[in-house]
């Protein structure tokens, strides 16, 4: 049977895959247009995340939408999802297992979305959807192409909190993000 959001949603939140779901309060699905161009991937929900059930929404969300303001986007134009959709305890790395138990779900996120562009956001993310042995400190906005989608990573926006010298950087990896979207968006 071909996946709708719906079905696929319903799935994610009846998951029992993996060791996360018995510490989660919240399956954290995805959140945006899901008619998107702009597909943006994290690792996976931190606290507040787990809290409220949506992407993003804690610091480093509030500094992503700044970030997407920045380049004339919003929630509303993008799409955001996450390699894993359950927290892991004290915002540790997702393990392999648990990114191997859950990352089809973000496959078939990604087929109902067909985006033009894949962002993601830190090593976690371009490690599991540009290649096994990204290197964000030196290949952030870089671009990939992979089944005719265009694909980069950027520094995760909790990265950028830790540390500012990394904001110039990552300006210069938005601009680019914008100039790509006005290439092959609407």
């Given at each position: 049977?071909a996946?709708s959001w719906?079905?696929?949603?319903?799935?994610c939140?009846?998951?029992?895959?993996?060791a996360?779901?018995d510490?989660?309060?919240?399956?954290v699905?995805g959140?945006g247009?899901?008619?998107a161009?702009?597909?943006?991937?994290?690792?996976?929900?931190g606290?507040?995340?787990?809290?409220q059930g949506v992407?993003?929404v804690g610091?480093?969300?509030?500094?992503?939408?700044?970030m997407?303001e920045?380049?004339?986007?919003?929630?509303?134009?993008v799409?955001?999802?996450?390699?894993?959709k359950?927290?892991p305890?004290?915002?540790?790395?997702p393990?392999?297992v648990e990114?191997d138990?859950?990352?089809?779900f973000?496959r078939r996120?990604t087929?109902l979305?067909?985006?033009?562009?894949?962002?993601?956001l830190?090593?976690i993310?371009?490690k599991a959807?540009?290649?096994?042995d990204?290197?964000?400190?030196?290949e952030h906005?870089q671009?990939f192409q992979r089944?005719?989608v265009?694909?980069?990573?950027i520094y995760?926006?909790?990265?950028?909190?830790r540390?500012?010298?990394?904001?110039p950087d990552?300006f210069?990896?938005l601009?680019?993000i914008?100039a790509k979207?006005r290439?092959l968006?609407?």
């Amino acid at each position: 049977m071909a996946d709708s959001w719906e079905a696929l949603k319903q799935e994610c939140m009846a998951c029992r895959g993996c060791a996360l779901a018995d510490t989660r309060n919240h399956v954290v699905f995805g959140d945006g247009a899901e008619d998107a161009d702009i597909l943006l991937i994290g690792e996976g929900p931190g606290q507040h995340e787990d809290e409220q059930g949506v992407p993003f929404v804690g610091r480093a969300g509030q500094l992503l939408d700044d970030m997407l303001e920045i380049i004339g986007l919003d929630r509303t134009k993008v799409y955001i999802a996450n390699i894993v959709k359950c927290r892991p305890p004290q915002n540790r790395d997702p393990l392999n297992v648990e990114q191997d138990a859950c990352i089809g779900f973000l496959r078939r996120q990604t087929a109902l979305l067909r985006p033009k562009i894949i962002v993601c956001l830190g090593r976690i993310a371009a490690k599991a959807i540009i290649k096994e042995d990204f290197k964000i400190t030196v290949e952030h906005g870089q671009w990939f192409q992979r089944g005719g989608v265009q694909m980069t990573a950027i520094y995760h926006p909790a990265a950028l909190l830790r540390d500012v010298n990394k904001r110039p950087d990552t300006f210069e990896d938005l601009k680019s993000i914008q100039a790509k979207y006005r290439e092959l968006c609407r």
